[in-house]
Nanobody
Framework: QLQLVESGGGLVQPGGSLILSCVAS????????IGWFRQAPGKEREGVSC????????TYADSVKGRFTISRDNAKNTVYLQMTSLKPEDTALYYC?????????????????????WGQGTQVTVST
């Protein structure tokens, strides 16, 4: 059973940066595609970025392209979301999610129902 724990959230001023981490345990991390999602108050959860187990595929929501970067370090069982030029509209609870994929799979997706494992989230607040 894979467990995911997010960290790195906090309060940051507009234009600032944060790096979120998603640390996995309980299973072989590099078997999984990873997605980052966020949910702002009163809004539906949305996909932010995802990365395949092969690292061949990375995908970003239009709203974060050019500002966010996803990466993974399988040796550390960790996926990172580097966030720069943060805006107040980036304020949300950020979740990472994982789904087992076959060897050589370049799959990742923003479809939430495709992910079986979820973390508890880390809060990001962008405000003056």
């Amino acid at each position: 059973q894979l467990q995911l724990v997010e960290s790195g959230g906090g309060l940051v001023q507009p234009g600032g940066s944060l790096i979120l981490s998603c640390v996995a345990s309980g299973s072989t991390f590099d078997y999984y595609a990873i997605g980052w999602f966020r949910q702002a108050p009163g809004k539906e959860r949305e996909g932010v970025s995802c990365i395949s187990r092969t690292l061949q595929t990375t995908t970003y929501a239009d709203s974060v392209k050019g500002r966010f970067t996803i990466s993974r370090d399988n040796a550390k069982n960790t996926v990172y979301l580097q966030m720069t030029s943060l805006k107040p509209e980036d304020t949300a609870l950020y979740y990472c999610a994982a789904e087992f994929r076959p060897l050589h799979s370049n799959w990742c997706t923003f479809r939430e129902y495709e992910y079986r494992y979820w973390g508890q989230g880390t809060q990001v607040t962008v405000s003056t």
